[in-house]
């Protein structure tokens, strides 16, 4: 799973938007995008459902301050699978596509 924030949002609001993180990976946060590897898929979306993007609040985190942690699984095959946004821009201006397996396919309206 790739993740990525905007390294200006205060620390302590990162952690809530993606609790996981925490001060033992300075370094991951200080770049501001990792990508994270998981012993099987279902692990993967634990932390997927964990993790608050432009999405809003999650069933597994209610936190709906200013930051937001984009995420996109990736199927053990490589394949682009969810992403937790419905923007891709990073302006925060709304998408005309989305990924859709690897591919850019037209937004579904």
Do not use: H
Request: a negative charge; proline letters at 5%.
């Amino acid at each position: 799973m790739f993740i990525s924030w905007d390294t200006d949002n205060n620390i302590d609001e990162l952690f809530k938007a993606a609790p996981y993180l925490n001060l033992n990976y300075l370094q991951i946060i200080s770049d501001g995008q990792a990508l994270l590897s998981f012993d099987s898929e279902d692990e993967m979306w634990v932390y997927y459902n964990q993790t608050v993007g432009d999405d809003g609040p999650t069933k597994s985190n209610p936190y709906a301050g200013p930051c937001r942690v984009y995420a996109l699984t990736i199927s053990p095959d490589g394949i682009f699978q969810n992403e937790n946004t419905y923007y891709l821009r990073t302006d925060r201006t709304q998408c005309n596509n989305c990924w859709d397996n690897n591919r850019i396919v037209k937004e579904k309206k």
